[in-house]
């Protein structure tokens, strides 16, 4: 089993630049492609990046695009998303998620993926 756990949210300013963290337990990390999503009260949970086991392939929601950068550190164990210039809509628990085998696949649904950490939150404020 796989265990995900997010950290690094918070309470901030528009504009600001947090960085959020997902350290994962398993013992083949480098093997896993990893995704970020994202749910605000009342809506459904929302792609917003990924980044595939070798890192050469990354892709990102247009909402976050040129501002939210996706890393992984295989060595750590762990994946980062870079959030700048934060604003008020990016308010929303974040969720780390793993997928587990396969080489290619619908990296923007939720579905697609096999194990999600408990979500950290990020809230923006005016």
């Known amino acids: 089993q796989v265990q995900l756990v997010e950290s690094g949210g918070g309470l901030v300013q528009a504009g600001g630049s947090p960085r959020l963290s997902c350290a994962a337990s398993?013992?083949?990390?480098?093997?896993?492609?990893m995704g970020w999503f994202r749910q605000a009260p009342g809506k459904e949970r929302a792609f917003v990046a990924f980044?595939?086991?070798?890192?050469?392939?990354?892709y990102y929601a247009d909402s976050v695009k040129g501002r939210f950068t996706i890393s992984r550190d295989n060595a750590k164990n762990t994946v980062y998303l870079q959030m700048n210039s934060l604003k008020p809509e990016d308010t929303a628990t974040y969720y780390c998620?793993?997928?587990?085998?396969?080489?290619?696949?619908?990296?923007?649904?939720?579905?697609?993926?096999?194990?999600w950490g408990q979500g950290t939150q990020v809230t923006v404020s005016s």
């Open positions: 398993g013992r083949s990390f480098s093997a896993y492609a």
């Open positions: 998620a793993a997928r587990i085998g396969g080489t290619s696949g619908s990296y923007w649904s939720p579905s697609w993926f096999d194990y």
């Open positions: 980044i595939r086991r070798s890192a050469g392939n990354i």
